[in-house]
């Protein structure tokens, strides 16, 4: 009970450390140089980023009446000049710079000069997705260009020989920052392509303002990157950092550590998805098999397997009695039909004037037509009388 009576609440205590922050004019009123990032501009036209220098960040707010007044855009890697007050927002806790105004800092045209080559750059196709390679899936070697101090290189041979312990890590150590950097950077892959010492290429370096970073901006450094035969990934700086070499590499990773994963494929998981297939293989086959042997079964319990000739017999008979059903049917026809010519034969004969002529008439033409009347005939008219058993010619008179 006693530390319910001297417990406060969360917003006794945020509003307590607020209040005390509020107390301290160096806070009130106060400069701050630092880089930006994580920037985003709210629809409602305020602005939230982060200010960060090498080793810390804070979190900052500039509200849209101040943001109207600013003769620039703000955009992640400026190195900017803050002036605003620190307090507390009470509901997370968390203290902040409410930003009042805002000016860039000498590196202002630094990076007016990366967006201008970065343009530049997008516009020859350096950054085309359709130039870039594929990352190799089982690189034997892997090509490491960053200094050789550091925790950059230790984070990058960790990382692989923990995924993958055959793989053989070759450094190429470079200055990453400063005069020169930039030209040596170049130099590096190139050497690596013409001796064709890596299978994969990671061009890395730790976090960094603009300015340190500034050798992975430049238009050499991007050159060498576009005509490496050997497929580059690139890994500078943290994973908000976006330099010229991440935009032309065919790959980047956020960070170093990222870099190494994305490279070299962890072997024991390669060796389960592997076990996982070989298992799925297994059961398709037992499952296939035991579908074929179903099949199998029923064939062999059906008659056509037992008795092949069975069936072949059942349709010999009924095609040699569909035979004899049809002969009989063409019989019948024929039968029915040669009765009816007799019939009709019979009929022709007895209407056939050759017929009367057995009987004592005849029949008597002119120029081969039957004369019909004695007004057809003249006096010395050739005619031909037709008799039963002949033909005789005649003359009138």
């Not at 074929?292 to 069975?310: D, G, I, N, Q």
Request: glycine share 6%; hydrophobic share 35%.
């Amino acid at each position: 009970m006693k530390y319910a009576e001297l417990a406060v609440s969360v917003t006794d205590l945020n509003k307590y450390i607020k209040n005390k922050i509020a107390e301290d004019e160096n806070l009130s009123n106060i400069i701050v140089k630092g880089e930006i990032s994580n920037f985003k501009h709210h629809y409602t036209g305020h602005l939230y980023f982060t200010l960060k220098d090498e080793n810390s960040l804070i979190k900052c707010i500039m509200f849209k009446s101040y943001a109207q007044k600013l003769n620039f855009e703000p955009k992640d890697g400026m190195k900017v000049y803050i002036f605003g007050a620190v307090s507390v927002f009470e509901r997370d806790g968390v203290y902040q710079i409410y930003a009042k105004a805002m000016e860039q800092d000498g590196l202002g045209d630094l990076y007016t000069k990366y967006q201008k080559l970065k343009e530049e750059l997008e516009k020859k196709g350096l950054f085309d997705e359709s130039h870039k390679q594929k990352i190799p899936m089982f690189p034997k070697v892997v090509g490491v260009l960053t200094s050789q101090t550091g925790s950059v290189i230790r984070d990058i041979i960790n990382v692989s020989t923990r995924r993958n312990p055959n793989v053989y890590i070759r450094l190429l150590p470079v200055p990453v920052q400063g005069e020169g950097a930039a030209e040596k950077i170049a130099n590096g892959i190139e050497y690596m392509n013409k001796n064709q010492l890596a299978d994969v290429l990671i061009l890395a370096r730790g976090g960094g303002s603009l300015e340190d970073l500034w050798p992975f901006n430049e238009e050499v450094v991007a050159n060498s990157i576009y005509n490496s035969n050997i497929p580059i990934i690139s890994a500078v700086g943290h994973e908000t950092d976006f330099s010229i070499s991440d935009f032309v590499a065919d790959l980047r990773a956020p960070t170093p550590s990222a870099a190494a994963e994305l490279a070299v494929p962890d072997i024991y998981e390669v060796k389960q998805k592997i076990n996982t297939y070989q298992n799925r293989l297994k059961m398709a086959l037992t499952k296939k098999l035991e579908i074929m042997k179903l099949r199998y079964e029923k064939c062999m319990s059906s008659s056509v397997f037992k008795e092949p000739t069975r069936r072949i017999n059942e349709n010999y008979i009924k095609i040699d009695t569909y035979v004899k059903q049809l002969e009989n049917l063409i019989n019948k026809v024929k039968e029915k039909n040669k009765n009816k010519y007799i019939e009709l034969v019979s009929k022709l004969d007895t209407l056939s004037p050759l017929k009367t002529l057995t009987r004592g008439y005849s029949i008597v033409e002119k120029e081969g037509k039957i004369i019909k009347s004695v007004a057809d005939l003249k006096t010395e008219d050739e005619i031909s009388i037709r008799l039963k058993d002949g033909e005789k010619q005649a003359k009138i008179i």
